[in-house]
């Protein structure tokens, strides 16, 4: 499917952003009260949002029309890794290769092809391809400011 790709803009898309995001990680935690957790994530997510670059894939019809996103932080320097926070698609979307899309156009902002690594297992595309991606898990890297070299 043919999708645009345009920025993140917090005015119009940080409800669905969150919402996505905090739905997809409130299915795996058990035992911590879900408003404690909506709460502590929240902020994972918006200092995440804050030091990333997002993107989000949209219909090129109708450029309201949002089909997903990536957050992650390009890779800087020839050494670093590029780490992905999120990867989302809408799920009528899922079988249409936008997220794949959108990985590749995130990843064409860093320097080069550095390695890939995601902060999270429940990144569903990340998920899926990483036998054959060689994807790393790295949650550290989610609360870790400042990113280290691969």
Same mark, same amino acid.
Request: proline content about 5%.
């Given at each position: 499917?043919?999708?645009?790709?345009?920025?993140?803009? %917090?005015?119009?898309?940080? !409800?669905?952003?969150?919402?996505? #995001?905090?739905?997809?990680?409130? &299915?795996?935690?058990? !035992?911590? %009260? @879900?408003?404690? &957790?909506?709460?502590?994530?929240?902020?994972?997510? *918006? @200092?995440?949002?804050? @030091?990333?670059? +997002?993107?989000?894939?949209?219909? %090129?019809?109708?450029?309201?029309?949002?089909?997903?996103?990536?957050?992650?932080?390009?890779?800087? =320097?020839?050494?670093?890794?590029?780490?992905?926070? =999120?990867? &989302?698609?809408?799920?009528? &979307?899922?079988?249409?290769?936008?997220? *794949?899309?959108?990985? $590749?156009?995130?990843?064409?902002?860093?320097?080069? #092809?550095? %390695?890939?690594?995601? +902060?999270?297992?429940?990144?569903? #595309?990340?998920?899926?391809?990483?036998?054959?991606? !060689?994807? *790393?898990?790295?949650? *550290?890297?989610?609360? $870790?400011?400042?990113?280290?070299?691969?």
């Amino acid at each position: 499917m043919h999708i645009a790709i345009r920025e993140y803009d %917090p005015e119009t898309d940080k !409800g669905m952003v969150y919402k996505y #995001w905090l739905r997809s990680h409130g &299915f795996y935690v058990r !035992g911590l %009260p @879900r408003r404690k &957790f909506y709460e502590v994530q929240h902020a994972v997510i *918006e @200092r995440l949002l804050e @030091r990333s670059t +997002t993107l989000m894939a949209i219909s %090129p019809d109708d450029h309201d029309a949002i089909l997903g996103f990536v957050v992650g932080e390009p890779a800087r =320097y020839p050494d670093d890794w590029h780490v992905f926070h =999120y990867v &989302f698609v809408k799920e009528p &979307f899922r079988e249409l290769r936008i997220a *794949e899309q959108l990985v $590749n156009a995130h990843r064409a902002l860093g320097t080069g #092809w550095a %390695p890939m690594v995601a +902060t999270a297992s429940t990144l569903d #595309w990340v998920r899926a391809r990483l036998s054959r991606s !060689g994807v *790393e898990i790295r949650p *550290e890297l989610a609360h $870790n400011e400042e990113k280290k070299t691969a």
